[in-house]
T-cell receptor, first 115, second 110 residues
Framework: DAGITQSPRHKVTETGTPVTLRCHQTENHRYMYWYRQDPGHGLRLIHYSYGVKDTDKGEVSDGYSVSRSKTEDFLLTLESATSSQTSVYFC??????????????FGPGTRLTVL | DAKTTQPNSMESNEEEPVHLPCNHSTISGTDYIHWYRQLPSQGPEYVIHGLTSNVNNRMASLAIAEDRKSSTLILHRATLRDAAVYYCILRDGSARQLTFGSGTQLTVLP
């Protein structure tokens, strides 16, 4: 296991409020990812990071921002939460090898409910 | 990532072998075949990967067809703990993320 923790594990919030989810890793992996998982859609990439201060958008990035000021931490922020962002959010890390042979390690997930 | 096709669900009896198929007819020569699984209420976890040759590790075996258009994940003795959604994913060197399909829901019967 890559030692990935996510906080909080569960959160209920109201529409329009800002929310920040944290992912912390202890393996010094260069790449970090945020996915969301919804019934009928599987896991979809929100944002990813390929180094400190280096981030890029995934396929469902609207309404989300990320920051990575340290190798071990990757933050996902919902600036103004909406009910469509109710989901389970997974953080993942990847080693720096060729992405054809790499392994991704996933955190335990954060269940977010936006009322 | 190229597309994969898996059955929606499969059942197995405990302590029997399980063969989970995956079709990937549009696979390219540089695509690796990866398998992940997701246990209930957990994040996905890596199972195994291969390119051309069959692969074994402590969790499972991966059998790859000679033309690479299909592969089979083999669990040699299923346990109740193996009940999960199994995802077959193709990866090349340029892909930045894993592209998950719907996977196969494996039910293990006691």
């Amino acid at each position: 296991d890559a030692g990935i923790t996510q906080s909080p594990r569960h959160k209920v919030t109201e529409t329009g409020t800002p929310v920040t989810l944290r992912c912390h890793q202890t393996e010094n992996h260069r790449y970090m990812y945020w996915y969301r998982q919804d019934p009928g859609h599987g896991l979809r990439l929100i944002h990813y990071s390929y180094g400190v201060k280096d981030t890029d958008k995934g396929e469902v990035s609207d309404g989300y921002s990320v920051s990575r000021s340290k190798t071990e931490d990757f933050l996902l922020t919902l600036e103004s939460a909406t009910s469509s962002q109710t989901s389970v959010y997974f953080c993942a890390t990847r080693t720096s090898g060729s992405s054809g042979t790499d392994t991704q390690y996933f955190g335990p997930g954060t269940r977010l409910t936006v009322l | 990532d190229a597309k994969t096709t898996q059955p929606n669900s499969m059942e197995s009896n405990e302590e029997e072998p399980v063969h989970l198929p995956c079709n990937h007819s549009t696979i390219s020569g540089t695509d690796y075949i990866h398998w992940y699984r997701q246990l209930p209420s957990q994040g996905p976890e890596y199972v195994i990967h291969g390119l051309t040759s069959n692969v074994n590790n402590r969790m499972a075996s991966l059998a790859i067809a000679e033309d690479r258009k299909s592969s089979t994940l083999i669990l040699h003795r299923a346990t109740l703990r193996d009940a999960a959604v199994y995802y077959c994913i193709l990866r090349d060197g340029s892909a930045r993320q894993l592209t998950f399909g719907s996977g196969t829901q494996l039910t293990v019967l006691p």
